[in-house]
């Protein structure tokens, strides 16, 4: 049974670099016929897709945080990472990381728990 | 159009059914998937390829589509249906995801 968790620092400061980790388990992140995303929520707001990964490291983000935004794989770990810079206040959010699986067309079929990170000036 | 809309809110009588939809574009090429997320937890899986469900999800919940519209139907809705419920797909290009901007059911 394959799962994610997420991790990474609770508040951020305003215009630094937001970085978490996404460490999968019970199963491998080389593996083919899955996205590895990430999906955040505003408070009170509704699901926000950043972008995903695949096992070859192709990345794809949303057209709205593609200039902030990076998404990696560190296989040796089982883990992959976001990066997203310039933070403002309006990033504040519960980050998931998510699998999205090809064969359930690109449906997210894990989730982790989420991680709450604040942005603070 | 690169949006997915659904109803903020809808209501249903306990034992009864209901029929919560989701109309975009992206859903003329794309299969809708669906969440749903209790407050305070992670969103979970209940339908994907437009009528499938994941092992657990109970046969209450199913799915239909016609055009730019995709549906989740809970028939004979429990207590324990009362969430969030998020469709999105990929878009037209294939490279992003789209969410729905979500449908808050209250079971009465």
């Known amino acids: 049974q394959v799962r994610l968790h997420e991790s990474g620092p609770g508040r951020v400061k305003s215009s630094q670099t937001l970085s978490l980790t996404c460490t999968v388990s019970g199963g491998s992140i080389n593996s083919d016929g899955f996205y590895w995303s990430w999906i955040r929520q505003s408070p009170g707001q509704g699901l926000e897709w950043i972008g995903d990964?695949?096992?070859?490291?192709?990345?794809n983000y949303d057209p709205s945080l593609r200039s902030r935004v990076t998404i990696s794989l560190d296989s040796s770990k089982n883990q992959f990472l976001l990066n997203l810079n310039s933070v403002t206040a309006a990033d504040t959010a519960t980050y998931y990381c998510a699998r999205a699986n090809w064969q359930f067309a690109d449906a997210f079929d894990v989730w982790g728990q989420g991680t709450k990170v604040t942005v603070s000036s | 159009s690169s949006e997915l809309t659904q109803d903020p809110a809808v209501s249903v009588a306990l034992g009864h059914s209901v029929r919560i939809t989701c109309q975009g574009d992206s859903l003329r090429g794309h299969y809708a998937n669906w969440s749903q997320q209790k407050p305070g937890q992670a969103p979970i899986l209940v339908l994907h390829?437009?009528?499938r469900r994941p092992s657990g999800i109970p046969d209450r919940f199913s799915g239909s589509s016609s055009g730019d519209t995709a549906s989740l139907t809970i028939t004979r809705a429990q207590a324990e249906d009362e969430a969030d419920y998020y469709c999105?797909?990929?878009?037209?290009?294939?490279?992003?995801?789209?969410f729905g901007g979500g449908t808050k059911l209250t079971v009465l």
């Open positions: 390829s437009k009528n």
């Open positions: 999105y797909s990929r878009d037209n290009s294939g490279d992003h995801v789209i």
């Open positions: 990964i695949i096992y070859n490291g192709i990345v």
